[in-house]
């Protein structure tokens, strides 16, 4: 497996993640549980998984009245996709 299709199978991974700790975070939060950390949420987004915690975000109407949320996923995608590009460009020069 080359380096591109390792990043490509991680991006995927990491939004997939990403996307049902939303969905988990959610549940604990209507049975009133301990929480998972919106540092960690943040951390999950800045390492490429923004999409999949923003697509939760809306999927389960989790988090979408939080302006940290509302405003800082969106940031942090467009971080990623900045990130993406310069990681698959650097790969590609290899």
Not at 40 to 54: P, Q, T
């Amino acid at each position: 497996m080359n380096l591109t299709a390792i990043f490509l199978l991680y991006i995927i991974l990491i939004n997939i993640i990403a996307f049902f700790i939303m969905y988990y975070d959610k549940l604990l939060a209507i049975k009133g549980k301990y929480r998972i950390s919106e540092k960690s949420l943040f951390i999950i987004a800045l390492f490429l998984g923004g999409i999949g915690i923003y697509l939760g975000m809306y999927t389960f109407r989790h988090k979408t009245k939080h302006l940290k949320f509302t405003v800082g996923i969106p940031i942090l995608i467009i971080i990623n996709i900045i990130s993406v590009i310069y990681i698959f460009q650097f790969i590609l020069n290899k």
